[in-house]
Structures are given as structure tokens and as C-alpha cells.
């Protein structure tokens, strides 16, 4: 609905977030709308190493598929939410599936792409291996998986000893519950993963993938390239 209402000109707010971290955030709405120069870092490095045929994966409005057809690259864009896929279809992308990921298996591509933490749509660190394990029936046997998330420990109290203050209710401090609102409609409440490059290598290797660390920010955010090891 947010993204509907931007694109047809009606914006009036931003969506709002409330997590397990701690504090209400907000995700700007033109934030989600954003073009090639104001994308960060880790997602222009990305979108550089994408070839052959992509499949984007929780393509959101858009931004990213509509970047590599402009530069004369076959892409599909994937979202589970109907009213994403419109808004993509309305912008000009020309390929695009309704799906969630874990039921979608139509075809096989060169390249995943996973931007913006899309590997957090595993949801936990137990689906983190099957989620990586669905990823690979969709690659080609040359194909690669770019995805980037970041090391959340930083938002952790330390102790005095140097270590961190992690609350006991999670197997994974990278394990996050979200909600969202926009003009009053809430969502349910769903699972988000912020994985650590190592946890990461651990469960690629796990899963017969091969895994390369690519870039890191200044946030603690990554960029990772995993590919068939086979």
C-alpha cells in the first residue's frame, strides 16, 4: 500500500517499524524509490557483478532489476506482495513472478540477487541452511548468489569484561522480530535474520557452496558472493 501510494503520487508518510531491538524506526518511502547513485555501496557492488539471466529476489519496488534492464541485462524480479509487483510493472519492469521464494522453482538463473539483507528472508538461523538449500535448486551450474546483511552485535550493551549483553530468548542474536505499520494498517509480527560473515561461510559450506566475502562498510554491513562448489 505504502508503495502504491508513492508511486501514484499520494505520499503523505513513511512507514514505520517497531522490532525486538528496542526503538521505533521509520523506512522512508523514498528511500525505496532510490536510483544507482543513491544506493549504498555494497548493492552498487553488487549490481556490477550480476550476469546472465537474475533473478532478484524480494525485488520491492524495483530498483534493482530496473537497474540491470536498463543496462540491457535479462531479469526477473520476485515478490510474494501483489501490490510490489505492480508497482514494478508500472515503473517498466518487464519480467516479474508473485511468489514467495521457498515455493517458486520455475527456473534456474546465472545469478541471485539478495540485496538490501535479503538473506533476512530465512526468517532464523535454523531456516538459514533449507533457505540456502532452495537457493541452490535455482542456480544454473556456473551460477552465484550476491547478498549482503550485516554483523549486528554492535547493537548489543557490552559488559564490563568486553563481552556482549545478549538476552536469552534467542538462539542467534541476529535473530530479530519485526513489525510494520503504515497509516494505522499493522503487519503481523515476522522473523528477520542479520547473519555475521562467519555464521554465514559456516552454513554456505554446509549447503556445497563456496563463500567470498566482497566488500564490507562502515556499519558492519557486507557483501558476500557465494557459488556452487560442484
Known amino acids: 500500500m505504502a508503495l502504491m501510494d508513492y508511486q501514484h503520487h499520494r505520499y503523505s508518510e513513511d512507514i514505520k517499524t517497531f522490532s525486538t531491538l528496542g526503538d521505533q524506526d521509520t523506512i522512508p518511502l523514498p528511500y525505496l524509490f532510490r536510483n544507482f547513485d543513491q544506493m549504498p555501496e555494497v548493492e552498487q557492488r553488487a549490481l556490477k557483478m550480476a550476469q546472465g539471466k537474475v533473478l532478484d529476489l524480494g525485488c520491492g519496488a524495483g530498483n534493482h532489476s530496473l537497474y540491470l534492464q536498463e543496462n540491457g541485462m535479462e531479469v ?14 508500472e515503473r517498466g519492469l518487464l519480467s ?39 537457493l541452490v535448486s ?49 503487519s ?9 560473515y562467519n555464521t554465514l561461510q559456516n552454513a554456505a559450506v554446509d549447503n556445497g557452496l563456496a563463500c567470498e566475502l566482497i566488500l564490507e562498510g562502515e556499519q558492519n554491513e557486507y557483501l558476500a558472493r557465494l557459488w556452487l562448489t560442484q
Open 76 to 89: 526477473c524480479g520476485l515478490d510474494s506482495s501483489q501490490g510490489c509487483i505492480a508497482v514494478c510493472r
Open 96 to 134: 516479474t513472478v508473485i511468489s514467495p521464494i521457498l515455493e517458486y522453482g520455475e527456473e534456474t538463473y546465472d545469478t541471485l540477487l539478495l540485496p538490501m539483507n535479503g538473506i533476512g528472508l530465512a526468517g532464523t538461523l535454523e531456516d538459514l541452511g533449507p533457505f540456502l538449500k532452495h
Open 138 to 186: 535455482l542456480l544454473r551450474p556456473k551460477g552465484q548468489i550476491l547478498l549482503d546483511s550485516s554483523d549486528i552485535i554492535y547493537m548489543y550493551d557490552r559488559d564490563p569484561d568486553g563481552g556482549y549483553w545478549i538476552p536469552g530468548d534467542s538462539a542467534y542474536y541476529g535473530e530479530v522480530t519485526f513489525m510494520m505499520e503504515y497509516k494505522n494498517e499493522r
Open 188 to 196: 503481523d509480527p515476522f522473523p528477520w535474520l542479520y547473519v555475521d
